[in-house]
Each structure stands twice: as structure tokens, then as C-alpha cells.
């Protein structure tokens, strides 16, 4: 018969000799096998502490973009909440005042934008139906929480941080979309 | 008239003695579960607890508290006061064992010499025997007044287990007497002491049953059958929660670090640490080697236990029968039958 893998082994099925019949040699073998466990590298990933590192391309929690000068980028079309096989998403929009021009990109704005990350699947579909650039899965996970209120993310929470007044947290953030951008 | 003196001082000695030995070998058989899992983890490339406390070393007391605080469920089918009953009986068994052991030579303290045994009684190894095979009670009783056949089968698995270990270890240990001529753990780790050689040299062969069959006494793996999950769920503490669980799992532990002690005793030279002329130390210091030449022998032999724990998988129940009568028994007497002839022409022991 032809082996399924290369690393296929045939099985030893030859009568014990009288060492192996003993038993003991090979429970000695078998106990030193686990003594050298004890030295080996250990695999396990220390959580809060230590991250596993993820690929550029991981979907996690949502991010509501901005533009370089701070201002959100959705207009509340609504293409991400038709993309969305979860339905998940819910939003009202609002039309801009003139006095929220440093606020808003375009004349039509998110009111509300809510994401109730139970329902979210995390499989991307709204990133890649967002025609403003707006929506983006980042390489974070919900964390946990004790009620089911609480998955429910708005707005103030999705949105990434404000290039004026935190400039250093929006440039990662920004840092970890321009990765996930050239990795696609 | 006084009809009986008591002797105040040589009471309360005992008393302090008794305390000791008791809050030590809690003490020990706590941080053994930590060592026990630690260990584990280390042999399956893992960390093991190391969140409460550095390197996780409050992870024992953490247990504790949470055992203390889980409900207590007694079933309604079941007979209550044989149900309390066992628990307690798993755990005075397991600490009874610890009266005999000589944990060290003697000490003066003003004026007092004071044997460091609780008690030195000429039946020493017959005393184990008799406390040993109690402990299977607390297993027979908290498994048939639990009201459940998992805990049921488990218990009968338990006792079987225990009587036929039993055997080989009683006829392994004759061997032993044979070549030391004397019961009494004291007697014969001065032996051990004042000869060339520990036990283990004159007695390998006997060594190992007596090894095989205490890992079998504890029912330590491979020898876990009372508690095989895979077929008997939890095994004969089923029904058990809270601290009574706690008990039984705690009387595990506590019996396993008696019977190291034990076997360090009676094969490998008790407090004798190697080397070392122990006549030539004043009181002190002979007193401190004793004690880590003890405690040393018997955390490696701890250690032995939990690697033999995570290497090897569990005994089908025929083959644990197999070896047990088969095996064992017949090999324990052959050790016998050998070490009376030697005895007989070397006329080496009274």
C-alpha cells in the first residue's frame, strides 16, 4: 500500500524481547523522555502581560477612521450595515451644520453608529464595503465584560483618536491601518 | 497513695512533637499539590500556577480558600453520617502513620534527652501495616454512603486495588526483617547508620515491589484506578464538594509524602546523611543534617512519585490485577525465599 505521507513509519509488530516484556527499561526510557520536558523552551504566552503577535491582516475590533486633519471620514451610507451578514451595525445620519466643518469630512455625517460586537462575526465584509475609507478591523479583540449592554460599541468608542489633541495614539493606530492597506 | 505518676514534661514533649510533625506534613502535602502541578507543567512544556504570589507559591492557600467557600452538598439519598464519616476517616488515617517515623536522633534540651519519634514502638512496620489498610476504609465508606455507582465501583475498585497491593508489599518487607531482625523503624535506621550500606544495596529487588505496590497504597498513577475519570467520572469523591473533597484529595497527598518518608527510612538510611560520620557533629548540627538528609531523600522521592505520575498512562483494571498477583507477588516471595537462604548461611543477622 502506498504510505499517505512521507513521514509515515510501518509499525513495529515484532514479539517483545524479555527487556521489553519486563516493562521497566522502557518505563525508564518513557520517564526520561518527560525529564528532558522539563528543559525545553515552555509555549506558553504569559496574556496581559505578553501578546501573541498578530498578522497585519487579522480582523478584530472596528475602527471609525479620520482624515489627516482630524475629521471623520463616514457619511453614513450605510453600505457597511447592508454588507453586514450579522447585522450588527446600526446608524443615523445627520446632515453638517455650517460651523462643523473641522468635524466632519462631508455634509453628511454618523450620528449614531453603534456595533454590538455579540452579533459581529469579524469576517471583514464592511471594510471592504466602506467606499470612504472609513471602517477598518484592527489587530485588538473585544475584551470581557459582564454584561451584554456593554458589547454594544458607539461611536466614542470606535473612533480612532484624534490626530490634533492625541497625536501619538492616532499615529499608531493610523500605523497598524497602513499596514493592514499594504499587506491586502 | 499515688497510683499513677504522670510525667508532665515527657507529655507535653510529645504533645509539641505531635504538633510539629502534624502542621509539617500539612504543610508539606499543601505546597505538594503545587509542586505536584508545577511539575506537571514543567514535563507538558508548560508554566504551571504562577499568578498568586511569586511563581505562584500562594497558589495552595488560593485552593484552600476556595475549597472552604464552595457549597456543601450532602446527597438526600445518601447516609449522611457515614458520608461525613469517611472524609475524616481518609484523613486521620493518612496523618496516623506519621507517630512512627524517626525524623531525627536525639536532642537535649535541659537535661532531657529527647528521641525526635513520636513513638518508638517495637511493632513499627506491623503499625503501618494496620493504619495503611484502615485508610481504604475512607475511601469504601465515602464510596458506598455516597448512593452512587460510580462511587460505588470506584470504592470496590479501591479496596481490591489496596488488598492485593498489600500483599506484595507485606511479603517484599519480610525480606527486609529478615536482614535487619527488628520492626522497629528506630532500630532499623541506627542500623542502616552504624553498617556500610543502606538497605536498598542488600535489597534492591525488594525496593522495587515496595515502591510499586506504595505507589499503588496511594493510589497514585498508574495505579489511579479508584479515580479514573474516563470511566468512573470523578471516582469514589463524586458526591463529594467543599472541604470534604478537599479532605480526600488532601489525605492523598499527605499519604504519599508518609510513605516517601517511609521507604527513606527503611531503604534509604532515614536521617543518615551520606558521607558524613554523624558521631562526630555535636547535638545541633547532627540534629540539622539529620533532618535535611531525611527531607531531602524523601522530596526526591516526592519528586520520583509526580514524574512517574506524568509519564506514565493508567493500568486497565485486569492489568493492574495481572501484575499485582501475578507479578508482584510471586516475585516478593522469590525475593524471600533468596534473602532467608543467604540469611541462613551467612548467619549475618541474630
Same mark, same amino acid.
Given at each position: 500500500?502506498?504510505?499517505?505521507?512521507? *513521514?509515515?513509519?510501518?509499525?513495529?509488530?515484532?514479539?517483545?524481547?524479555?527487556?521489553?516484556?519486563?516493562?521497566?527499561?522502557?518505563?525508564?526510557?518513557?520517564?526520561?523522555?518527560?525529564?528532558?520536558?522539563?528543559?525545553?523552551?515552555?509555549?506558553?504566552?504569559?496574556?496581559?502581560?505578553?501578546?501573541?503577535?498578530? !498578522?497585519?491582516?487579522?480582523?478584530?475590533?472596528?475602527?471609525?477612521?479620520?482624515?489627516?486633519?482630524?475629521?471623520?471620514?463616514?457619511?453614513?451610507?450605510?453600505?457597511?450595515?447592508?454588507?453586514?451578514?450579522?447585522?450588527?451595525?446600526?446608524?443615523?445620519?445627520?446632515?453638517?451644520?455650517?460651523?462643523?466643518?473641522?468635524?466632519? *469630512?462631508?455634509?453628511?455625517?454618523?450620528?449614531?453608529?453603534?456595533?454590538?460586537?455579540?452579533?459581529?462575526?469579524?469576517?471583514?465584509?464592511?471594510?471592504?464595503?466602506?467606499?470612504?475609507?472609513?471602517?477598518?478591523?484592527?489587530?485588538?479583540?473585544?475584551?470581557?465584560?459582564?454584561?451584554?449592554?456593554?458589547?454594544?460599541? !458607539?461611536?466614542?468608542?470606535?473612533?480612532?483618536?484624534?490626530?490634533?489633541?492625541?497625536?501619538?495614539?492616532?499615529?499608531?493606530?493610523?500605523?497598524?491601518?497602513?499596514?493592514?492597506?499594504?499587506?491586502? | 497513695?499515688?497510683?499513677?505518676?504522670?510525667?508532665?514534661?515527657?507529655?507535653? #514533649?510529645?504533645?509539641?512533637?505531635?504538633?510539629?510533625?502534624?502542621?509539617?506534613?500539612?504543610?508539606?502535602?499543601?505546597?505538594?499539590?503545587?509542586?505536584?502541578?508545577?511539575?506537571?507543567?514543567?514535563?507538558?512544556?508548560?508554566?504551571?500556577?504562577?499568578?498568586?504570589?511569586?511563581?505562584?507559591?500562594?497558589?495552595?492557600?488560593?485552593?484552600?480558600?476556595? @475549597?472552604?467557600?464552595?457549597?456543601?452538598?450532602?446527597?438526600?439519598?445518601?447516609?449522611?453520617?457515614?458520608?461525613?464519616?469517611?472524609?475524616?476517616?481518609?484523613?486521620?488515617?493518612?496523618?496516623?502513620?506519621?507517630?512512627?517515623?524517626?525524623?531525627?536522633? %536525639?536532642?537535649?534540651?535541659?537535661?532531657?534527652?529527647?528521641?525526635?519519634?513520636?513513638?518508638?514502638?517495637?511493632?513499627?512496620? @506491623?503499625?503501618?501495616?494496620?493504619?495503611?489498610?484502615?485508610?481504604?476504609?475512607?475511601?469504601?465508606?465515602?464510596?458506598?454512603?455516597?448512593?452512587?455507582?460510580?462511587?460505588?465501583?470506584?470504592?470496590?475498585?479501591?479496596?481490591?486495588?489496596?488488598?492485593?497491593? #498489600?500483599?506484595?508489599?507485606?511479603?517484599?518487607?519480610?525480606? @527486609?526483617?529478615?536482614?535487619?531482625?527488628? @520492626?522497629?523503624?528506630?532500630?532499623?535506621?541506627?542500623?542502616?547508620?552504624?553498617?556500610?550500606?543502606?538497605?536498598?544495596?542488600?535489597?534492591?529487588?525488594?525496593?522495587?515491589?515496595?515502591?510499586?505496590?506504595?505507589?499503588?497504597?496511594?493510589?497514585?498513577?498508574?495505579?489511579?484506578?479508584?479515580?479514573?475519570?474516563?470511566?468512573?467520572?470523578?471516582?469514589?469523591?463524586?458526591?463529594?464538594?467543599?472541604?470534604?473533597?478537599?479532605?480526600?484529595?488532601?489525605?492523598?497527598?499527605?499519604?504519599?509524602?508518609?510513605?516517601?518518608?517511609?521507604?527513606?527510612?527503611?531503604?534509604? $538510611?532515614?536521617?543518615?546523611?551520606?558521607?558524613?560520620?554523624?558521631?562526630?557533629?555535636?547535638?545541633?548540627?547532627?540534629?540539622? %543534617?539529620?533532618?535535611?538528609?531525611?527531607?531531602?531523600?524523601?522530596?526526591?522521592?516526592?519528586?520520583?512519585?509526580?514524574?512517574?505520575?506524568?509519564?506514565?498512562?493508567?493500568?486497565?483494571?485486569?492489568?493492574?490485577?495481572?501484575?499485582?498477583?501475578?507479578?508482584?507477588?510471586?516475585?516478593?516471595?522469590?525475593?524471600?525465599?533468596?534473602? $532467608?537462604?543467604?540469611?541462613?548461611?551467612?548467619?549475618?543477622?541474630?
Amino acid at each position: 500500500m502506498q504510505a499517505l505521507t512521507q *513521514r509515515a513509519k510501518p509499525v513495529d509488530r515484532r514479539p517483545m524481547n524479555w527487556i521489553e516484556k519486563i516493562y521497566l527499561w522502557n518505563i525508564f526510557k518513557g520517564m526520561l523522555i518527560t525529564f528532558k520536558h522539563i528543559f525545553k523552551k515552555k509555549v506558553t504566552i504569559q496574556y496581559p502581560e505578553q501578546k501573541r503577535p498578530f !498578522s497585519p491582516v487579522f480582523r478584530g475590533l472596528h475602527i471609525l477612521n479620520r482624515d489627516e486633519e482630524g475629521r471623520e471620514r463616514c457619511t453614513a451610507c450605510g453600505l457597511c450595515a447592508v454588507a453586514c451578514p450579522a447585522e450588527a451595525i446600526t446608524m443615523e445620519a445627520a446632515e453638517r451644520l455650517p460651523n462643523e466643518e473641522n468635524l466632519y *469630512r462631508e455634509e453628511k455625517y454618523a450620528a449614531r453608529y453603534e456595533i454590538n460586537m455579540l452579533r459581529c462575526i469579524f469576517c471583514g465584509l464592511c471594510e471592504e464595503a466602506c467606499p470612504k475609507d472609513a471602517i477598518y478591523l484592527s489587530e485588538t479583540f473585544a475584551p470581557a465584560n459582564y454584561s451584554r449592554k456593554s458589547f454594544i460599541y !458607539s461611536k466614542n468608542d470606535l473612533l480612532i483618536p484624534d490626530p490634533k489633541t492625541q497625536p501619538e495614539e492616532f499615529n499608531i493606530a493610523k500605523g497598524l491601518i497602513e499596514k493592514k492597506k499594504i499587506s491586502k | 497513695m499515688i497510683l499513677l505518676t504522670i510525667d508532665w514534661a515527657y507529655t507535653i #514533649e510529645k504533645m509539641v512533637l505531635i504538633a510539629i510533625v502534624i502542621s509539617a506534613s500539612l504543610l508539606i502535602a499543601m505546597y505538594a499539590t503545587y509542586a505536584e502541578r508545577k511539575i506537571a507543567g514543567v514535563m507538558q512544556d508548560r508554566r504551571g500556577p504562577n499568578r498568586a504570589g511569586p511563581f505562584g507559591i500562594l497558589q495552595p492557600l488560593a485552593d484552600g480558600i476556595k @475549597l472552604f467557600f464552595k457549597e456543601e452538598i450532602i446527597p438526600n439519598n445518601s447516609n449522611r453520617w457515614l458520608f461525613v464519616l469517611g472524609p475524616c476517616l481518609a484523613m486521620l488515617t493518612a496523618m496516623m502513620t506519621s507517630a512512627i517515623i524517626p525524623w531525627g536522633s %536525639t536532642i537535649e534540651i535541659g537535661g532531657r534527652t529527647i528521641s525526635l519519634q513520636i513513638a518508638d514502638i517495637n511493632i513499627g512496620i @506491623l503499625y503501618i501495616f494496620g493504619v495503611v489498610s484502615m485508610g481504604v476504609y475512607g475511601i469504601m465508606i465515602g464510596g458506598w454512603a455516597s448512593n452512587n455507582k460510580f462511587s460505588l465501583m470506584a470504592a470496590l475498585r479501591g479496596a481490591s486495588q489496596a488488598i492485593s497491593y #498489600e500483599l506484595a508489599m507485606g511479603l517484599s518487607l519480610i525480606a @527486609l526483617l529478615m536482614l535487619t531482625g527488628s @520492626l522497629s523503624l528506630k532500630t532499623i535506621v541506627e542500623q542502616q547508620i552504624n553498617g556500610h550500606f543502606w538497605n536498598i544495596v542488600y535489597q534492591p529487588l525488594g525496593f522495587l515491589i515496595f515502591f510499586v505496590c506504595a505507589l499503588a497504597e496511594c493510589n497514585r498513577a498508574p495505579f489511579d484506578l479508584p479515580e479514573a475519570e474516563s470511566e468512573l467520572n470523578m471516582g469514589y469523591h463524586q458526591e463529594y464538594s467543599s472541604m470534604k473533597l478537599g479532605f480526600y484529595l488532601f489525605a492523598e497527598y499527605i499519604n504519599m509524602f508518609i510513605s516517601c518518608a517511609v521507604i527513606a527510612t527503611l531503604f534509604f $538510611g532515614g536521617y543518615d546523611m551520606p558521607f558524613v560520620d554523624e558521631s562526630q557533629l555535636s547535638g545541633v548540627t547532627a540534629l540539622l %543534617t539529620g533532618l535535611v538528609a531525611l527531607f531531602g531523600k524523601t522530596f526526591i522521592l516526592i519528586f520520583v512519585f509526580m514524574w512517574i505520575r506524568w509519564t506514565l498512562p493508567r493500568f486497565r483494571y485486569d492489568q493492574l490485577m495481572n501484575l499485582g498477583w501475578k507479578g508482584l507477588i510471586p516475585l516478593a516471595l522469590l525475593n524471600m525465599v533468596i534473602t $532467608g537462604a543467604v540469611v541462613l548461611f551467612t548467619m549475618k543477622t541474630p
